[in-house]
T-cell receptor, first 113, second 115 residues
């Protein structure tokens, strides 16, 4: 079956540090890959997505590249801000599963001054 | 993307009672889903809300416990029945526009605490 594995949190960084949150997946067919972000007390927001191999999704300074050879979709940002503190979820949908999203366990990011 | 609202935003309920959560979208959508996020956990899909027919439930979730309605293309309800403290979670609806766009947008969630 489909599964998503994320690095354990929490991740604590100083402002302006470089961020990487690792995400690997197992899926049948050709999944679409997503990063969602959940700010404290709020619902999930779509951060970025990629639908085929070598696609790069980007938004708000965050990037992730769909790597089929390593089944990975790592999230990166060159310079984090305090306002980026949130929980980040990697997720996928797989062909033939009617848009069913499979989520990773989430990684909490805490950015300090 | 459209605006997705949920009511109530939070509630505290007594065990054995039921709560109905509403999800309203301000434009027509093809697909609507209900998820549960238990404290400190990831999201788990409860069911797909089908317009005009019975919802499609995921393994481990049953209609008697989580009845769902979807009377039209912009509205759905999820009822959490005969609640116990283990039902304390955030319940989120999500929507998908178009056909097989594979991208879901989430409502703000309903935070439920069962005493």
């Amino acid at each position: 079956g489909n599964s998503v594995t994320q690095m354990e949190g929490p991740v604590t960084l100083s402002e302006e540090a470089f961020l990487t949150i690792n995400c690997t997946y197992t899926a049948t067919g050709y999944p679409s890959l997503f990063w969602y972000v959940q700010y404290p007390g709020e619902g999930l927001q779509l951060l970025l997505k990629a639908t085929k191999a070598d696609d790069k999704g980007s938004n708000k300074g965050f990037e992730a590249t769909y790597r089929k050879e390593t089944t990975s979709f790592h999230l990166e940002k060159g310079s984090v801000q305090v306002s980026d503190s949130a929980v980040y979820f990697c997720a996928l949908t797989s062909t033939g599963t009617a848009s069913k999203l499979t989520f990773g366990t989430g990684t909490r990011l805490q950015v300090t001054l | 993307s459209a605006v997705i609202s949920q009511k109530p935003s939070r509630d505290i309920c007594q065990r054995g009672t039921s709560l109905t959560i509403q999800c309203q979208v301000d434009s027509q959508v093809t697909m609507m889903f209900w998820y549960r996020q238990q404290p400190g956990q990831s999201l788990t899909l409860i069911a797909t809300a089908n317009q005009g027919s019975e919802a499609t439930y995921e393994s481990g979730f049953v209609i008697d416990k989580f009845p769902i309605s979807r009377p039209n293309l912009t509205f759905s309800t999820l009822t959490v029945s005969n609640m116990s403290p283990e039902d304390s979670s955030i319940y989120l609806c999500s929507v998908e526009y178009g056909v097989r766009t594979d991208t879901q947008y989430f409502g703000p969630g309903t935070r439920l605490t069962v005493l």
